[in-house]
């Protein structure tokens, strides 16, 4: 026995000194690598002013158009050196500024008042001016009423973070993936009244998808005017997709045929539609659509995805829109845009809700890295953010304060 005690002895000092010697590189290791996140800018300012011609592409991963000099296959690929890209949680509080300070900011402030029947009127007068829509207002005030009573909860973080939940809970249900087909280019139609944003949404996903790597194709169906096909021209050159065009006043249906069998020929990824959002009267434009979708189908089999591009800053209007839309040529998901711009961001709800369509992406802004897949957590946590750490992501609508 006492032979092994210097061997035990030993092995504890050899032990102790490998689990010391981990924990010191650790500590070091951690210290050293952390990324000076939060102290750099967005790589897309949000104070950058909208220009909507001259938007730079701001040093894309030149991933797209083919051969580049230095694509030789290398060995072992070294991680890129990718532009810094915000998170969506990041990139939703860096820009969801207006609607934040109409509903979310304060409302601790609210709370700490006191939960009684005048923080829930003023909860509900938010909610309705944020355009949640009356019908989920009051119950989203009612589920709140009812479970801060329930639970005995009267600590304002508490109560906030049951609001949260419930709105959470609200938008959770759908399914927001974007469908692709296991073979042959997906397609997917963009649709919806003009000036709501389908054409930079285009541009957004084009460069998205073809910075992943994938071909893809814009089809210009929208002919109704010359400058909506050059448009498309210029986001597709940027993104490195190829446009498929035909004159101003070209039947729009024989385009869109025309980019499918362009899009199979190159075998790309994804085709992207863009169509008219203008006609002489919903009538002309809803029979148009139809046509564009069935002529298409025709090549292309079922339409994987028909987004309809709403505008958050039309509020309720853009709800009523959608209805005919839907009618036409039965949509898939929203891509809501201009969410940037505007105090409206309980559109979301009222959307999901009054029209059983989910919002599976969402615009925040004119520059091409300002499309987000929309994130339920992300989208409340930023609609309630703490106002405190605006600034220190340099949301406009705060720091100009
Ligand atoms: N702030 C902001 N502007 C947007 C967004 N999406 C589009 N826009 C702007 O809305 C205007 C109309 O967009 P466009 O794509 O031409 O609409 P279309 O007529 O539906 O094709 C342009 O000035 C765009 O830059 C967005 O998410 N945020
Ligand atoms: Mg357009």
């Known amino acids: 026995m006492e032979a092994i005690d210097p061997l035990v002895a030993g092995l504890v000092a050899v032990v102790i000194l490998l689990v ?12 050293g690598e952390g990324p000076p996140r939060s102290a750099s800018p967005p790589p897309s300012d949000a104070a950058a002013p909208p220009e909507t011609e001259t ?20 060995a072992e690929p070294p991680a890129p050196p990718e532009p810094e890209r915000l998170t969506p949680m990041e990139r939703f509080r860096a820009r969801l500024g207006r609607s934040r300070e109409g509903l979310g900011s304060g409302l601790l402030g609210l709370f700490r008042r006191g939960l009684d029947e005048a923080a829930f009127e003023e909860l509900e007068e938010r909610l309705i001016s944020a355009d949640v829509g009356v019908e989920a207002t009051m119950e989203i005030v009612e589920g ?5 009573r329930a639970e005995g909860v009267t600590d304002p973080e508490q109560a906030l973070a049951l609001l ?23 397609t997917w139609l963009i649709t919806g009244v003009n000036g709501t944003g389908k054409t930079t949404s285009i541009g957004k996903l084009a460069a998205r998808h073809a910075r992943e790597g994938e071909t893809v194709v814009l089809a210009a169906a929208d002919t109704f005017r010359a400058a909506a096909i050059e448009q498309l021209s210029s986001w597709g050159e940027r993104a490195g997709a190829r446009v498929i065009k035909q004159s101003e006043g070209a039947d729009p249906a024989a385009v869109a045929y025309d ?4 899009a199979a020929a190159a075998d790309a990824d994804l085709l992207l539609v863009d169509t008219a959002g203008r006609l002489q009267n919903k009538r002309a434009l809803m029979e148009e659509l139809s046509k564009v979708k069935r002529v298409l189908e025709r090549g292309a ?32 998901g929203v891509i809501l845009t201009k969410l940037d711009g505007t105090a409206r961001g309980g559109i979301v709800v009222a959307i999901q809700r009054q029209l059983g369509i989910p919002v599976k992406l969402v615009g925040l802004g004119e520059t091409v890295d300002d499309l987000a897949d929309f994130d339920v957590d992300a989208f409340v946590e930023a609609l309630f953010a703490d106002v405190a750490q605006d600034v220190e992501l340099g949301d406009e609508g705060h720091a100009e304060r």
């Open 259 to 262: 980019g499918w069998q362009a």
């Open 20 to 31: 010391a010697g981990g924990i010191v590189g650790f500590v070091a290791r951690g210290r």
């Open 301 to 332: 089999g079922p339409t994987d995805e028909v987004l309809l591009v709403l505008d958050a800053t039309t509020g309720q209007n853009g709800i009523s829109q959608a209805q005919a839309f839907q009618e036409a040529v039965d949509v898939s």
């Open 55 to 74: 938007i730079e592409p701001e040093a894309e991963a030149p991933a797209t158009a083919g051969s580049e000099p230095e694509a030789e296959a290398p």
């Open 164 to 186: 949260k939940e419930i709105l959470r809970l609200e938008l959770g249900v759908a399914d927001r993936t974007l469908a692709r087909r296991a073979e042959g280019p997906s």
């Open 144 to 148: 709140l009423r009812e479970r801060t």
